[in-house]
């Protein structure tokens, strides 16, 4: 009897194992969103080292170029700190960015590099206050896991674009200018010496979201990721082998992530060629493999991340996508 009731309980297990095949992302809920306010010139910009180490000249050329600008600057009080390949200890870098969301004077947060740590640091954040303070932040490459994470613990639109330490030429700052202070509501579209790929035509509506794909993928199973229901996912690469793309992608498809999307963006993968004789896919057999299956409107080549010319996009806000013409176009401004 006993052998039976077991042989029967396998039997049941093992069906519903069958059945049960569907991979499932990590589901959180999504917060209603919260615009900070537009910045002004004559705002304060406070200045945070949240990953890698920077050296006191890039600083002086940062806060020279704010000023310059017609900001004020705060500057961190842990951010010329070092701890091996880090801008100090977890719980200083971390201190920084609560003090900066503490401090009524400072109206904007801009990020000086990537690099490694913003990760490890996630824990340590008040996201609490960051909900009831919200303020611009703005960064790219390791930053996504601080874009990301603060959105999805708070709801706060946060901004994909240069770190401080990257080259600020006209483009970036028409940008900054549009969209952080005159609260446009832009339509991104490559220039004309960046062609962009269709991948599968189409328009699609969706919260903007996405990143750094690296940064992304290792924050998968974390609390600190948002919903991905009816979103348009952006990611951007630099320096990795295509088969290491390809196994990002392949994590975010067995994840559930993929399968929820509205639309997909992958906007570039700069120095992602493989120089040696060994076999490889290309990165558009890759993305027709792993996004074509999808049918949902997507393209390569968005001027997003490791360019010099790169946009400013805001994460969290309403988006239409149109595929065939490789364009972003915000349905709302995204700050106050």
């Known amino acids: 009897m006993l052998r ?13 194992l ?7 992302a990590a589901s959180f809920a999504s917060l209603p969103p919260i615009k900070p306010r537009r910045l002004m010139l004559g705002d304060t910009v406070g200045l945070i080292s949240p990953a890698s180490a920077i050296k006191e000249k890039n600083l002086t050329q940062v806060i020279e170029f704010l000023t310059a600008y017609g900001f004020k600057v705060k500057v961190g009080q842990h951010v010329l700190d070092q701890y091996g390949y880090l801008a100090g200890r977890d719980s200083s ?8 969301f503490a401090d009524d004077q400072v109206q904007a947060i801009l990020t000086l590099r990537g690099g490694w740590g913003c990760n490890r640091i996630l824990p ?40 401080g330490i990257s080259t600020w030429n006209w483009f970036s700052l028409n940008y ?8 446009d509501r832009i339509s991104f579209q490559n220039l004309t010496s960046h062609p962009s790929e269709t991948i599968t035509k189409g328009k699609a509506r969706g ?29 951007e690469e630099v320096g990795e082998d295509i088969y290491r793309v390809d196994r990002m992608l392949t994590q975010l498809k067995l994840g559930g992530i993929l399968e929820q999307l509205s639309g997909f963006i992958f906007a570039n993968c700069s120095d992602c060629s493989k120089e040696d004789d060994q076999p490889t896919l290309t990165l558009r057999q890759v993305l027709s493999d792993h996004i074509a299956p999808l049918a949902i409107p997507a393209w390569y ?29 915000m349905l709302e401004p995204a700050v106050l």
């Open 4 to 16: 039976s009731t077991r042989r029967q309980f396998l039997k049941a297990l093992a069906g519903s």
């Open 18 to 24: 069958l059945v049960s095949h569907k991979p499932v």
């Open 93 to 100: 870098r971390a201190a920084d960015i609560n003090a900066m």
């Open 124 to 163: 340590m954040l008040n996201y609490d206050h960051y909900r009831r303070h919200p303020k611009i932040l703005m960064g790219f490459s390791d930053i996504t896991s601080l874009l990301l994470g603060i959105y999805a613990r708070t709801g706060v639109i946060t901004f994909h674009g240069p770190v």
């Open 176 to 183: 900054a200018q549009r969209i952080l202070l005159n609260r």
């Open 207 to 235: 919260r903007l979201l996405g990143g750094n794909l690296s940064v992304l993928t290792a924050m998968v199973g974390t609390p600190y990721l948002p919903s991905w229901k009816n979103t348009i996912l952006f990611v």
């Open 301 to 329: 080549g968005s001027m997003i991340g490791h360019i010099q010319k790169q946009f400013i996009v805001p994460l969290g806000v309403e988006v239409e996508v149109d595929a065939e013409r490789g364009t972003i176009l």
